[in-house]
């Protein structure tokens, strides 16, 4: 069973970039069943999809974001990653790194990070 | 972008109601659907998948149905553990995935 852990500072200030890695043990990031994902939640709201990314280095962003996201991978070490950059006090929010299948259904999650933007 | 619409937005129950959420799509997506449950603190956890599939372990009183642009989640009997905000999910492979806005489930 995969399990995927978040690592990362939880305070970031504003116009400075948040960086998040996550950290995939049980299976390895190179299987070609799984994207990878990161999903943000900001206190008392819903899920917002941030961006997916295969191993090969195929990503796919939120168009919301895209101009600022960058999600890479790391096979070597079995990571992926998100940089976030020109944060604002929206974007504090808990931040999940997942497991897609295929479709894009997101079947294991991580325990999920709070990154707060203030200075 | 899909839009998903997901009502009520809070909903107050007994244990032992039948309940049921419902989710729409503002184009159809087949049946590209997924549910999931959330507790307070915690990740969100796959209920169902392929808008009436249940994942593996999950209590048979969860079920999903619709098809196209109309979805529901039914808890047929809902149980203590049940009271958590459920959140509805499209991924429809020419979309970016988005999710409903949640349904919060309380004890009534």
């Known amino acids: 069973q995969l399990q995927l852990q978040e690592s990362g500072p939880g305070l970031v200030k504003p116009s400075e970039t948040l960086s998040l890695t996550c950290t995939v043990s049980?299976?390895?990031?190179?299987?070609?069943?799984?994207?990878w994902g990161w999903i943000r939640q900001p206190p008392g709201k819903g899920l917002e999809w941030i961006g997916s990314?295969?191993?090969?280095?195929?990503?796919y962003y939120n168009p919301s974001l895209k101009s600022r996201v960058t999600i890479s991978v790391d096979t070597s070490k079995n990571q992926f990653s998100l940089k976030l950059s020109s944060v604002t006090a929206a974007d504090t929010a808990v931040y999940y790194c997942?497991?897609?299948?295929?479709?894009?259904?997101?079947?294991?999650w991580g325990q999920g990070t709070l990154v707060t933007v203030s200075s | 972008d899909i839009q998903m619409t997901q009502s009520p937005s809070t909903l107050s129950a007994s244990v032992g109601d039948r309940v049921t959420i419902t989710c729409r799509a503002s184009?159809?997506?087949?049946?590209?659907l997924a549910w999931y449950q959330q507790k307070p603190g915690k990740a969100p956890k796959l209920l169902i998948y392929?808008?009436?599939s249940l994942e593996s372990g999950v209590p048979s009183r969860f079920s999903g149905s619709g098809s196209g642009t109309e979805f529901t989640l039914t808890i047929s009997s809902l149980q203590p553990d049940d009271f958590a905000t459920y959140y509805c999910q499209q991924y429809n492979s020419y979309s970016p995935v988005t999710f409903g806005g949640g349904t919060k489930v309380e004890i009534k």
């Open positions: 990314i295969y191993y090969s280095g195929s990503t």
């Open positions: 392929k808008a009436s």
């Open positions: 049980g299976g390895s990031i190179s299987s070609s069943s799984y994207y």
């Open positions: 184009q159809s997506i087949s049946s590209w």
């Open positions: 997942a497991s897609l299948d295929t479709g894009g259904v997101c079947d294991y």
